[in-house]
Each structure stands twice: as structure tokens, then as C-alpha cells.
């Protein structure tokens, strides 16, 4: 199976809102490479991002909880999160955002089995 670097998922949320940015809808690898957070607002905002395990009744694995951005800032969180364990991705794991502000642009790039 090859695999493809691109583009995975982009979401502007309003404000105080739950958001899925990326769902694992088959098998294979998934790697997010880098994920932006880009707050248009000319104050500061809190952010949230984490990961949901499909059918995981346990709480959510936050990876920012309430994260404070500059006005008019980008963060650029860069990592080789893989969802799932041993390398393979768990279809159904959702990378979530949220913000306590609207205008802010969540993005994330990585490679994905096509």
C-alpha cells in the first residue's frame, strides 16, 4: 500500500465548539505530521486540541487543554502523532479542536495510505 503526504483535515469552529478535524475512516498508516493553529483575532485565545480512541469510553487524550495563542499568531504543533497504536491507525480515532473564540483556522498535514 503507498502512502501520500497531504493535506488531512482544516476546520474554523465557532466559538466554544466541539470540532472534529480528522477522522481515521480505514485501515492503514496515518502519520499527522504538523498541525497549525492560526488565531486571526487581534486578542489572545485559548485553544484545545486531543485525541478520541473509536468506542473509547475513557476521557479524551488532550494534547493542548486550554492553550493560550497571541492575537494574530500561529502555533505549529510538529510531531509524528500516529492514532492507534503499533504504527497502524484505528479506524474511527477523531483528532478534536476547539477555541474560545471564533476565526481561528485549525489545519493538519501528514501521510495517509492511498
Known amino acids: 500500500m503507498s502512502t501520500a503526504r497531504r493535506l488531512l483535515?482544516?476546520?474554523t469552529p465557532d466559538a466554544d465548539t466541539d470540532t472534529e478535524l480528522l477522522?481515521?475512516?480505514?485501515?492503514?498508516s496515518l502519520v499527522i505530521s504538523s498541525i497549525f493553529i492560526c488565531n486571526r483575532n487581534t486578542t489572545d485565545i485559548?485553544?484545545?486540541?486531543w485525541i478520541v480512541a473509536h468506542n473509547?469510553?475513557?476521557p479524551p487524550r488532550f494534547l493542548y487543554f486550554n492553550r493560550l495563542l497571541?492575537?494574530?499568531e500561529t502555533?505549529?504543533?510538529t510531531g509524528g502523532i500516529t492514532?492507534?497504536?503499533a504504527g497502524t491507525s484505528a479506524t474511527g480515532d477523531t483528532l478534536n479542536v476547539r477555541s474560545d473564540t471564533a476565526n481561528v483556522d485549525f489545519t493538519v498535514f501528514g501521510e495517509a495510505a492511498i
Request: avoid cysteine.
Open 75 to 77: 502555533f505549529k504543533v
Open 9 to 11: 483535515g482544516a476546520a
Open 70 to 72: 497571541g492575537g494574530l
Open 23 to 28: 477522522e481515521v475512516i480505514g485501515p492503514g
Open 83 to 85: 492514532p492507534g497504536s
Open 46 to 49: 485559548k485553544f484545545q486540541l
Open 56 to 58: 473509547d469510553v475513557a
